[in-house]
């Protein structure tokens, strides 16, 4: 059974960088053709997709955060992790992590994470 669970910090100061980690159980990282993607969902808005990084390495970013994103994978760990540098409140999300097949919309994704809420406030 495939897992994904996310965990970070609930709060961050506007300013600093973000740090999200999802730990996948079940299936690796590196398994043919799996894309992993993180996805937030703002209160009261839809989801969007923040970038992905797929089973080869490569990384795929959203072109309105890429400036601003980064995401990377630890295969030892079999996690993969979100960086989300200079965030303001409107960053403030429930953060989600998810599997797919290279697709960006939410109903490209075949397995999720939980989500995790993350504030953003001094």
């Known amino acids: 059974q495939v897992q994904l669970q996310e965990s970070g910090p609930g709060l961050v100061k506007p300013s600093q960088t973000l740090a999200l980690s999802c730990t996948v159980s079940?299936?690796?990282?590196?398994?043919?053709?799996?894309?992993w993607s993180w996805i937030r969902q703002p209160p009261g808005k839809g989801m969007e997709w923040m970038g992905a990084i797929a089973y080869d390495g490569s990384t795929y970013y959203s072109p309105s955060l890429k400036n601003h994103t980064s995401i990377s994978r630890d295969t030892s760990k079999n996690h993969f992790s979100l960086q989300l540098r200079s965030v303001t409140p409107e960053n403030a999300a429930e953060y989600y992590c998810?599997?797919?097949?290279?697709?960006?919309?939410?109903?490209?994704?075949?397995?999720w994470g939980k989500g995790t809420l993350v504030t953003v406030s001094s």
């Open positions: 079940g299936v690796p990282l590196t398994t043919s053709y799996y894309v």
């Open positions: 998810a599997r797919g097949l290279g697709g960006r919309a939410d109903y490209d994704m075949d397995c």
